[in-house]
């Protein structure tokens, strides 16, 4: 079993940038699925992106896409999410999640997924 832990998280102005790393233990990501997640206090958790086995596909969602770029190292197990140009509507918990398979996925659905992180914060100021 895959265990996943986010960090890079923090208190950041809007319009500045942050990059979240996932790491993985337990096993290779290399033949995994992998997206990213937020949840704001009082919402529902809601996709950011998500990134193919091979690297070859990404996904945005619209809030997000131009802002954010998802990518991989499975080299180094580890999945990151660049977030530039950040809104205070940005802020909430991250979570990074593992679908443990190369088949096409319900990426932007969360019961897709099989493994989850503990999140990382991030907040942004006006």
């Known amino acids: 079993q895959v265990q996943l832990v986010e960090s890079g998280g923090g208190l950041v102005q809007a319009g500045g940038s942050l990059r979240l790393s996932c790491a993985a233990s337990?096993?290779?990501?290399?033949?995994?699925?992998m997206g990213w997640f937020r949840q704001a206090p009082g919402k529902e958790r809601e996709f950011v992106a998500a990134?193919?086995?091979?690297?070859?596909?990404?996904y945005y969602a619209d809030s997000v896409k131009g802002r954010f770029t998802i990518s991989r190292d499975n080299a180094k197990n580890t999945v990151y999410l660049q977030m530039n140009s950040l809104q205070p509507e940005d802020t909430a918990v991250y979570y990074c999640?593992?679908?443990?398979?190369?088949?096409?996925?319900?990426?932007?659905?969360?019961?897709?997924?099989?493994?989850w992180g503990q999140g990382t914060q991030v907040t942004v100021s006006s």
């Open positions: 990134i193919r086995w091979s690297g070859t596909n990404k």
């Open positions: 337990g096993r290779t990501l290399n033949d995994y699925n």
């Open positions: 999640a593992v679908k443990s398979s190369r088949y096409t996925w319900a990426y932007q659905t969360p019961r897709s997924y099989d493994n």
